[in-house]
């Protein structure tokens, strides 16, 4: 992989993936544009402990272009975008229209492929191995700056899901704080750790779903399982069978079977529902240890946190979408139409030939 950094006209970083070692990225971004500008602000819910990022200058983002006006395409023909070469194999950029910005935080674009028709399921494994080292280099880098506590890797996929630009991307998200999700999952951890005189959560939860029958398929590094209490009707935890508590720390093995093992995922998940029905919306969300001390978590340090990424769709049933409704949104209590084992079964049923 040959890393190149870079800035856009407004000062924004950019910064290329390329899988050819000689590769020269010296285009230039020749737009006029001003500086940007963010107003986002952390506030913080006394009721609930948690926080709550305010950005009203996202009003003004891209919404829907059309695709011979999508932003994250090269710069070709005469037409300018936010990605000045006129090719690319993975691309990370500042968001010009970041939820978190300055001391609250960091935004980052993720171009899979500068194809704006792929999917990151048509993705071959090289580039697939790309996306992953740009994963783990962006969260390196992100992890020193002094404003950032946690790095959240993710993709959105589909209208349903909210995307508002159809080219293959995902995000990242550099947080001032620890998450309420993942702080949940530490107070399990050092709850269950202590009452089981030293037994890591994470380890005892993977080895039960091992010997169970949700798991939709697993490799010799990694396993993925619709789990126990599976919160949303098609929900896949994929795990690294070595417990590591962040992208930087797996091993090579690790690293040259997730393409295979995460491509078979995808390619699952658009023949859930069959193959007249689009393209299935989901969000893939990678979890990995906050950077920095775990004080408040008792006995508990970053080594008992367990990367993994947690695949889930809101669709349920062909042509029909789970809504977070009064119970999810108000109260937080999920209701799932779709029982665990009879997803695990379905996801295993349409496994490629």
Known sequence: MKKTSTRLADGRELVYYDLADDTVRDAVDRRPL?????????????????????????????????????????????????????????????????????????????????????????????????????????????????????????????????????????????????????????????????????????DAVVERERAGERVVLEGEHWVAFVPYAAHWPYEVHLYPKRRVPDLLGLDEAARTEFPRVYLELLRRFDRIFGENEPPTPYIAAWHQAPFGQLAEFDGVTRDDFALHLELFTIRRTSGKLKFLAGSESGMNVFINDVPPERAAERLREVASS
């Open 34 to 202: 001003d500086a940007t500008v963010t107003t986002s602000e952390i506030r913080r819910d006394e009721l609930l402990g948690d926080s709550v990022a305010v950005a009203s200058h996202r009003q003004g983002r891209t919404y829907h272009p059309p695709a011979d006006e999508c932003p994250l395409c090269p710069s070709r023909d005469g037409r300018l975008s936010e990605i000045p070469d006129s090719s690319y194999d993975v691309v990370v950029f500042e968001n010009r229209f970041p939820s978190l910005g300055g001391d609250s935080g960091r935004c980052e674009v993720v171009c899979f492929t500068s194809d704006h028709d792929a999917s990151f399921a048509s993705l071959g494994e090289r580039q697939a191995r790309l996306v992953l080292d740009a994963w783990t280099d962006r969260t390196s880098e992100l992890s020193h700056l002094p404003s950032v506590e946690q790095v959240f890797c993710f993709e959105n996929r589909g209208a349903e899901i909210g995307v508002t630009l159809q080219h293959p991307h995902g995000q990242i998200y550099a947080y001032p704080f620890t998450t309420p999700r993942t702080a949940l999952m530490l107070r399990q951890v050092a709850a269950h750790k202590e009452a089981t005189g030293g037994e890591n959560l994470f």
